[in-house]
């Protein structure tokens, strides 16, 4: 379960987000949807540190997220980047295996038939043993995801991992993470796949201007907007 | 001829002095440089600004100033302290100055190397929950090394050469064995032409090598 406190993020004179409120029960799946520029990212990276909050309190599981316990609190949260940062000197295996050897400690060998099964879910076990620049973009973010979920994570973050690919590759990376979605992950995605976020989404929240100006379920959101910031957006984006 | 082919002999005599101590220093000069790479970018200030000092005095000062401090200078200050002191070889201090020299260099590459590599790696190893050492040391460090390996390698081609001045602090380098011959046989211009080409023999098949390794490399790139 992840709270989010009255969330804010400034950067310098840019007031990014300017109190955001948010619960995420396990087994959920939340999607944050608006227009570049509106925090959406900004807050997802907030929730894992990757961009340092200038106020409001973030708990997993009731636990205060804090700057000492951040890289315990990482291995139990996977992250998802848009340009899928795959460690392109290591072997797709490699990559999958590393956060659990030298993170968690496993042993090589069980971290790799871990890795393989992993890989195997997401379609890709026949490239264990290849590199990430011999990958299309789809199949390196199906990579990316594998390599996420091999820490065996209690929440997944996407941050828009579907903005960086060819249009024929966003099928089949939404797919691995429908099914994911759909065995129970808890799950946090900034996206502008808006038939990816009606279809999965158990909760949908529209940003903007640092504010979550209007959230409900899919159904709320996108069949019977209120604001009309959303109702702009939606005619803009469907 | 007969004085030419005896120059090069005699400076060939230094070769193994030159590379060793050329070769030692680049080690040394590989570690410190990469501690002063760490150590530039760390969030200490006062740390920031020693390596900053270190670096400038090193490359605002000569090889041969430094080289004679350390040999000479160091030994004349530790002994008006009333301590017994000398170097047990002038091997010792000259590497040292070598080496530093080299750091001093190095820790320029090896920054502009670790900032070369996109930031998403270190938030893709941060975000495994590594810690910022971890991910230096498993990500990024690694993937900075194949980006400046080839300047480590002139480095050492720069280290060969620079050594040249350590004949002056006692070390019986190439040049040093060149102007030991010429002082007994006063064949001044053999004994030099020979101490050039026993560098050029270095440095030349080095450079190739080198060059020969960069465009292997930039065709791997290509090819992808």
Not at chain 1, 30 to 36: H, K, Q, T, V
Not at chain 1, 39 to 51: A, H
Not at chain 1, 216 to 232: C, S
Not at chain 2, 49 to 78: E, K, N, S
Request: net charge neutral.
């Amino acid at each position: 379960m992840i709270e989010v406190k009255n969330l804010k993020k400034s950067f310098g004179d840019l007031h990014v987000l300017k109190g955001i409120d948010q619960l995420v029960n396990d087994g959920e799946v939340l999607c944050i949807i608006g227009a570049s520029g509106s925090g959406k990212s900004t807050m997802l990276r907030c929730i894992n540190r990757l961009e340092e909050p200038t106020g409001g309190e973030i708990y997993i599981d009731g636990e205060l997220i804090t700057e000492q316990n951040i890289d315990k609190v990482r291995t139990r949260m996977g992250m998802v980047f848009q340009s899928f940062n795959l460690f392109p000197h290591k072997s797709v295996l490699e990559n999958l295996t590393m956060g659990p050897v030298n993170v968690k400690g496993e042993s090589a060998d069980s971290a790799k038939q871990k890795a393989l099964k992993l890989l195997d879910r997401v379609g890709l076990a026949e490239k264990a043993n290849e590199y990430p620049r011999n990958l299309s973009g789809g199949q390196q973010q199906r990579v990316a995801i594998a390599r996420a979920l091999a820490m065996d994570p209690d929440v997944m973050l996407f941050d828009e991992p579907t903005s960086a690919l060819d249009p024929e590759m966003v099928g089949e990376v939404l797919d691995v993470m429908k099914a994911l979605a759909k065995e129970g992950m808890t799950m946090i995605v900034v996206t502008h796949e808006m038939g990816f976020a009606r279809e999965i989404s158990d909760h949908v929240i529209f940003m903007d201007e640092g504010y979550i100006k209007e959230e409900g379920t899919p159904k709320d959101i996108f069949e019977n907007p209120k604001d009309p910031r959303l109702q702009d957006f939606l005619s803009k984006v469907l | 001829m007969q004085d030419y082919i005896q120059g090069f002999l005699i400076a060939c005599k230094g070769i193994p002095v030159t590379v060793s101590v050329s070769i030692m220093a680049v080690i040394l000069g590989a570690a410190i440089g990469l501690l002063l790479a760490l150590c530039s970018q760390a969030k200490n200030r006062p740390l920031r600004a020693v390596v900053r000092l270190f670096i400038d005095i090193v490359r605002g000062t000569p090889m041969l100033v430094q080289a004679l401090i350390m040999a000479y200078g160091l030994v004349w200050l530790i002994q008006s302290k009333g301590v017994d002191f000398k170097w047990p070889s002038f091997i010792i201090p000259a590497t040292l100055v070598c080496g530093l020299n080299s750091a001093a260099y190095m820790s320029e590459v090896i920054r502009s190397g670790i900032e070369a590599i996109d930031k998403g790696q270190m938030e893709a190893a941060r975000s495994l929950g590594m810690t910022h050492s971890m991910a230096m040391r498993l990500v990024i460090i690694p993937q900075a090394i194949r980006v400046i390996l080839p300047a480590f390698a002139n480095e050492f081609v720069t280290l060969i050469k620079e050594t040249s001045v350590l004949g002056y602090v006692g070390v019986a380098e190439i040049l040093r064995r060149g102007q030991l011959w010429n002082a007994s046989s006063y064949k001044t211009f053999p004994a030099f032409i020979g101490v050039a080409c026993a560098y050029l023999l270095l440095t030349v098949p080095l450079s190739k090598l080198i060059n020969g390794y960069q465009k292997k490399m930039s065709k791997k790139e290509a090819a992808h």
